[in-house]
T-cell receptor, first 111, second 113 residues
């Protein structure tokens, strides 16, 4: 069964804290995505990666293919980072295009 | 560049009716994906279209169907609506190639009374 597991489910942080959200998956993938969903429902793609590490501003995403694990880090967190962060994967074969999602991590950053 | 657009924003139906949701992808994108996000549940894959063909289908009953038009826009049709079909339906588009980022629309919120 193809599963994507995220932790923690909920996370509350103080402004300025370093945040880590974890994602693990059960079988080999062709790519992993980190998405951000704000309360209105709109989803923004933050990163797509198949190896190594990517950085965009205060956000860093890493992936370890051997361990089937990825992390999303937020440095110097800010209240505007409050959102649901979702890990999603592309599995190979005929289902290569569509995404399979984790249940999301709800992040709340307090001022 | 216009993003992925979905219509309508909200749709209210009653049990047994049929609903049609529409999606226009980003210009140049040939792949369109439909996802369902029911309250309290995560995002689930519904359908994937590329170049007018259905490429993959999620674990949903046949009353969920769709199509992709020659201009790459897409429709999602849901027949014989049930209460549990109430959800946010998101459309995404991408270039057709392995492992492309997907760009999401703002969704259609379907409410079944």
């Amino acid at each position: 069964k193809n599963e994507v597991e995220q932790s923690p489910q909920n996370l509350t942080a103080q402004e300025g804290e370093f945040i880590t959200i974890n994602c693990s998956y059960s079988v080999g993938i062709s790519a992993l995505h980190w998405l951000q969903q704000h309360p209105g429902g709109g989803i923004v793609s933050l990163f797509m990666l198949s190896s190594g590490k990517k950085k965009h501003g205060r956000l860093i995403a890493t992936i370890n293919i051997q361990e089937k694990h990825s992390s999303l880090h937020i440095t110097a967190s800010h209240p505007r980072d409050s959102a649901v962060y979702i890990c999603a994967v592309n599995y190979g074969g005929g289902s290569q295009g569509n995404l399979i999602f984790g249940k999301g991590t709800k992040l709340s950053v307090k001022p | 560049e216009a993003g992925v657009t979905q219509s309508p924003t909200h749709l209210i139906k009653t049990r047994g009716q049929q609903a049609t949701l529409r999606c226009s992808p980003i210009s140049g994108h040939t792949s369109v994906y439909w996802y369902q996000q029911a309250l309290g549940l995560g995002l689930q894959f519904l359908l994937w279209y590329d170049e007018g063909e259905e490429r993959n289908r999620g674990n949903f009953p046949p009353r969920f169907s769709g199509r992709q038009f020659p201009n790459y826009s897409s429709e999602l049709n849901v027949n014989a609506l049930e209460l549990e079909d109430s959800a946010l339906y998101l459309c995404a588009s991408s270039l057709w190639a392995a492992n492309q980022p997907q760009h999401f629309g703002d969704g259609t919120r379907l409410s079944i009374l």
